[in-house]
């Protein structure tokens, strides 16, 4: 099925099976392998992504459900001011590790910015709580929100 | 700054020739240099004309931070900011990018990337120096000994130029055969405070191409229905279903009868089509045994008799020494089976040449084993075979196995095609979580006698668990006298002297396929160990850092850096001050992969019985720490990973069957489960030792015994949630 997607501010034409995930379109359709698979069932936040502002799961969201929507991933997430201030925090405190969960992290991170400007530990905990680090890097990204707070406050 | 991952590991394993100055091993195993990449010597390092340098990483960057480390030791001895440098990973070649630990293998594992490679790529780092500036003295006639080499740039004698003017040069001199290493005092980057992770930029906009983001054009996808236990066989299957999917290309059975391949355009469809196949099952000679029997089975096993002896005092002497104590403090410990679950579940794509050869793309935690596994399964010789490495989304042990099993599938994937396009084989959360190769389940019995005053008399300690090691091609490297080093390493070689220990071990019989799991043994025998001196510590009237500290011996190394890193945490957490009603302080310290780590976690509990870890504050010896953040990062993650399983994980059997299918059920860490961690690291001038498994055996302890210090249940059953512990 032909469908019209906006992603990144850009349009973009698919083709894929009905009830194919947009995580999926994403990643084998459009070549944007940003966006990670982690677990499939919404439990784990590594395919985290940006649909009309909302941090959603990817992998639960159906690309035919997504007419008109405005979708941003990771690869342009530093294109908006939170998003380049978290980027910049995470690299001052060196949070990654294995990384591979760390697209996602800094998806949800961008979304809880957005809505609280100076958020407390409770609610990094509470927004954050979706996003699974194997690693365990969740002291440094709790950490790094707070710093990417001080940036945005110059 | 950053190239491709894709790309940058073609620019060296595809022999690209290079412009410029290569050092590396020639096939002697000397240390030599070329101007080109792609003769006789696989390269540490390279410098182009343009004065850009790259470390070529032998070990695979999976989180653990040997990107930056190794690069940091080149970028020490070259006399350049560590931000300057770049990096690739290695191809595959074990003669030259052998693991020193491993006898030549090139591999990835046991904590040793860094201590292996440290003199290695200093060497290499130091030749370059050396021999740049000596053709710059060439060049302009004067003496080496007046130019320097900094930041890129050689100057002296009033002239000054850019590396990129004297690699040729370089490149055609004799490499000095003992090139001159910086002494400790002069080092600028190893050992500084320094955060310049050289994969952080990849990692923070979704460019870094892990193996499950490999792309090639017209490449298929398969997924795979695995049989539902051990010894499940494929009788038939049908694909009706599976074909009403779009972009389905064809189901065939392994060989081996374990499973079934569905293979497709993308991955949804493999997936799709996966889910769609029905399938019958031969579940003659499958495992039937549920998780509570093979626990019973473990606990009879650590009640009686042991198979074999791992210590030199004999049973009789220990078993008197006990008998005659004026108190005996007993108990036993049982351990579930754990899965790994790196957030990148397992994959890899085989891609075809022209010359009839293959490249692996894959987070290669063995390149030398995918080597031999594809040579073996598509019947080609080494040189036809080439590994991609590629970022690896986390591993704790699941990238190698000692079948290297994904590896296999994805061969055979391959190579029951007509092999003209590339094979991706992709494994969902549900195929990792049921997947095998978890750390076994382990039976711990202990009895220890104390004389009056709290004195350890005689330790008797039966393990009883299924060997990782028997049966493998690592055998000999590992067993001795019928014991499986791995499945009691830490209990009578750790850093304390206790007097009189008996170690027995009984091998349970397989119900799965089991794998070395972040820190190994030490993952049960840390939990043991610190729990018992905890026990023993408060039988004997005992402050827990105290108790310890007499068993440490001062006068050996062991017993002198233990004590040091124990009194650090100690010192760090506040240890001795005040809590408040319903907190608890617990502390372990364990020796691991040749580092001494100690943490001392605070939890409180509230009127519910609910508890929260506050903070865990670690200390760490681990020689020098050549990169001082990614070590704490590794023990702040070492804590996690051992916090996050002893609180709620396990992987249990029903009928033979995992009962877990994905994160729902094995829940992992999450940002609200520790509030604050708190790494100090031991000065030292020894050589490094490892830094990604020695964080993980003490956590789980720290907090038991917290927990039990803050009024909770002494947990001897694992996970807490099964002893009574509610988690907020």
């Known amino acids: 099925m032909t469908l019209t997607l906006k992603i990144n501010g850009e349009t973009r034409q698919v083709d894929p099976a009905p009830g194919t995930p947009l995580l999926w379109v994403l990643r084998d359709e459009l070549k944007m392998t940003g966006t990670k698979f982690g677990c499939g069932v919404a439990a784990c936040g590594a395919c985290t992504v940006h649909i009309d502002g909302t941090p959603e799961r990817s992998c639960q969201a159906l690309a035919e459900d997504l007419d008109g929507a405005e979708i941003t991933t990771i690869e342009a997430i530093g294109g908006s001011p939170i998003g380049a201030a978290v980027q910049a925090a995470w690299t001052e405190l060196d949070v990654v590790q294995c990384g591979y969960c760390q697209s996602g992290q800094i998806m949800s991170a961008v979304a809880l910015l957005s809505e609280i400007g100076r958020p407390t530990d409770r609610d990094i905990d509470d927004h954050m709580d979706g996003n699974a680090c194997r690693c365990a890097t969740y002291v440094r990204i709790r950490a790094a929100i707070h710093r990417a707070a001080d940036i945005l406050e110059g | ?728």
């Open chain 2, 1 to 728: 700054m950053t190239i491709d991952a894709t790309r940058r590991g073609f620019l060296v394993g595809a022999g690209a020739a290079l412009s410029g100055l290569a050092i590396g091993l020639d096939p002697r195993g000397a240390l030599a240099a070329t101007s080109a990449t792609g003769g006789n010597i696989t390269p540490f390092l390279t410098i182009t004309a343009d004065g850009t340098v790259t470390a070529i990483v032998k070990h695979f960057e999976g989180g653990q931070g040997v990107a930056t480390g190794l690069s940091a030791l080149i970028a020490e001895e070259m006399n350049m900011a560590l931000e300057d440098i770049r990096w690739a990973h290695a191809p595959s070649d074990p003669a030259r990018y052998g693991n020193l630990f491993f006898g030549g293998f090139q591999g990835t594992g046991g904590s040793t990337a860094m201590a292996n490679s440290f003199l290695q790529y200093r060497t290499a780092g130091a030749a370059a120096k050396q021999m740049l500036i000596a053709a710059a003295a060439e060049a302009w006639g004067v003496d080496a000994a007046a130019l320097a080499l900094r930041d890129g740039v050689i100057s002296g004698n009033g002239q000054e130029a850019g590396i990129g003017d004297f690699v040729e040069a370089a490149a055609r001199m004799q490499v000095p055969a003992e090139p001159k290493l910086k002494e400790p005092a002069e080092f600028r980057i190893i050992g500084k405070e320094i955060r310049a992770r050289r994969d952080t930029a990849d990692k923070i906009d979704g460019r870094g191409i892990f193996a499950m983001d490999v792309q090639l054009d017209g490449q298929m996808v398969v997924a795979l229905k695995r049989a539902p236990r051990l010894g499940a066989k494929v009788v038939s299957f049908d694909d009706t279903a599976a074909r009403e999917v779009r972009g389905f290309i064809m189901a065939q059975a392994l060989p081996s009868g374990d499973a079934v391949l569905a293979y497709a355009e993308t991955t949804w469809a493999a997936f799709q089509a996966r889910d769609a196949l029905s399938i019958e099952w031969d579940l003659s000679e499958a495992e039937t045994r549920s998780s509570e029997a093979i626990r019973e089975e473990l606990l009879e096993m650590v009640r009686t008799g042991s198979q074999f002896t791992g210590s030199a005092a004999d049973l009789a002497t220990v078993s008197a020494a006990i008998d005659g104590a004026a108190q005996v403090i007993e108990r036993e410990f049982y351990f579930p089976m754990l899965a790994h679950a790196p957030m990148e579940p397992m994959g890899a794509t085989i891609e075809p040449t022209e010359d009839g050869g293959v490249i692996m793309h894959d987070g290669a935690q063995f390149p030398t084993a995918n080597n031999m596994v594809l040579g073996q399964v598509l019947d080609l010789p080494p040189e036809k075979i080439r590994i991609n490495t590629l970022y690896a989304g986390g591993f704790f042990g699941r990238r190698a196995t000692p079948s290297s099993d994904y590896i296999v599938e994805a061969a055979l994937a391959f190579a029951m095609t007509d092999r003209s396009r590339p094979v991706k084989l992709v494994w969902s959360r549900e195929d990792d979580i049921t997947g095998g190769y978890y750390r076994p389940a382990m039976a711990h019995r202990v009895r220890v006698g104390l004389d009056p005053d709290g004195g350890i008399l005689g330790w008797d300690h039966r393990v009883a668990g299924q060997s990782i090691f028997k049966g493998t091609a690592f055998e000999q490297m590992i067993v001795r006298d019928g014991v499986d080093g791995s499945s009691v390493e830490g209990i009578a070689d750790g850093a304390y002297t206790i007097p009189s220990l008996h170690l027995g071990l009984t091998d349970a019989r397989p119900a799965t396929t089991v794998n070395w799991w972040r820190s190994v043994g030490h993952s049960h025998t840390g939990y043991v160990m610190e729990s018992m001196m905890d026990l023993l510590a408060r039988a004997a009237g005992a402050d827990p850092v105290e108790y310890r500290l007499r068993y440490l011996d001062e006068a050996e190394p062991d017993g002198a850096r233990m004590a040091a890193t124990l009194r650090l945490a100690a010192e760090k957490a506040g240890w001795g001050a005040e809590l408040p009603a319903g907190r608890g302080r617990g502390v372990a310290a364990h020796k691991s992969f040749g580092s001494y780590c100690a943490e001392v976690c605070e939890v409180s509990i509230d009127g519910d019985g609910v508890v929260r870890i506050e903070k865990v504050t670690a200390a760490i010896d681990c020689g020098i720490a050549v990169t001082p953040d990614v070590v704490r990062a590794q023990i702040e993650g070492g804590i996690g990973y051992g916090i996050g399983h002893v609180m709620r994980d396990q992987i249990t059997l029903e009928n033979g069957a995992v009962h877990e299918r994905n994160f729902p059920d094995y829940e992992p860490l999450r940002m609200r489960d520790i509030a604050a961690i708190d790494v100090h690291i031991v000065p030292s001038t020894e050589a490094p030792t490892g830094v990604g498994e020695p964080g993980t055996p003490p956590a789980g302890p720290a907090l038991a015994n917290a927990i039990a210090a803050a009024g909770g249940p002494r947990v001897t059953r694992l996970p807490m949630t099964l002893s009574g512990v509610a988690f907020a």
